[in-house]
Structures are given as structure tokens and as C-alpha cells.
């Protein structure tokens, strides 16, 4: 069976929020998946999984330390990681405060290691951005997200190749 991991980094719980709503959408798709936050995760865990969401607040602009560290030590695994489906969210304290550029570092990443990234073209186009809490627009882009990484795992991993 195919399997998301989704990775979080979360200080105020806002983004913790978040990785829950999009674990939602991925078991709507029936796909296995396991939400951690980033403090708990076992690098070889990038390994095993075929898709990999990473959520962080947004901090001047980019992921917050404990999510970088963990990209950084994801070298370990250069080219292994190639071909899985990546999906990036984060939360902002306030509207204009980095959100995109957030989300493009972690997107960033996961093209630099080859992964695949499908964009949105409704709603947030890079990922989810809360302002604080996910709102209920928010919390319906986090459970899209979900659903989005799901299928695309669903169609470039099937069950008949594991």
C-alpha cells in the first residue's frame, strides 16, 4: 500500500492543526499515512515513505531550524528520494508575513532531491497558508492537499508494485 509521511514542525499548534487536516484528506483516499512532528521522525522513515509533506510556521520568510535541519540532513539521502510526491504547507502570524516564500523553500528542496510537486490551481497555488488558526477556507486547502498527494501517489505507486 502506498504511504504519505507527513513531517511538522509546530510551536503554537497551528500547524499541528494543519498536518491533521491534511491527514484527513489523505485517509480519504485511502492511502496510509502517518502524521510526526519533526522532533519524533527517524530520517530512514524518508525512505519508506512515497510521499512526504512537510508543514512549517513561517519565519522571516523560510521553514523554521528544526524542519531545516532536518532538509539538511536529508543529503544523506540525495537521489534516493527521487520520483516521491512532495507537498509543503505552513501558518503566519500575519497576512504579507512569508507564507510563499515558506513554502517555496521546502518546494525547493524537494526538487533539488527530485521529487515530484503538482501545484493548485484553486486556492493557494504552492500549499496551504494559514494566517494563526486554519480557517475553514484553510482547513478545506489542507484537506485538498491531502487529497492531491494522495492520487498522485496512488497513480505512480500502486499496490501491484510493492
Request: proline share 3%.
Amino acid at each position: 500500500m502506498a504511504k504519505i509521511l507527513i513531517i511538522y514542525y509546530s510551536r503554537s499548534g497551528n500547524t499541528e492543526k494543519m498536518a491533521h487536516l491534511i491527514e484527513e484528506g489523505v485517509k480519504e483516499e485511502k492511502v496510509e499515512v502517518k502524521s510526526k512532528r519533526v522532533e519524533d521522525i527517524n530520517l530512514n522513515e524518508l525512505l519508506e515513505a512515497d510521499g512526504i509533506i512537510l508543514g512549517s510556521p513561517t519565519y522571516f520568510g523560510s521553514m523554521a531550524s528544526p524542519l531545516k535541519r532536518l532538509v539538511d540532513e536529508s543529503v544523506k539521502y540525495y537521489g534516493k528520494l527521487k520520483g516521491k510526491v512532495g507537498g509543503a504547507f505552513t501558518s503566519r502570524q500575519r497576512a504579507g508575513g512569508g507564507g510563499e516564500t515558506t513554502l517555496q523553500s521546502i518546494i525547493n528542496a524537494f526538487l533539488i532531491h527530485g521529487m515530484i510537486i503538482q501545484g493548485n490551481v484553486e486556492g493557494d497555488y504552492y500549499g496551504p497558508v494559514a494566517t494563526g488558526a486554519p480557517d475553514k477556507i484553510v482547513s478545506e486547502e489542507c484537506k485538498n492537499l491531502g487529497k492531491r498527494v494522495a492520487i498522485m501517489v496512488k497513480r505512480l505507486f500502486p499496490e501491484t508494485r510493492r
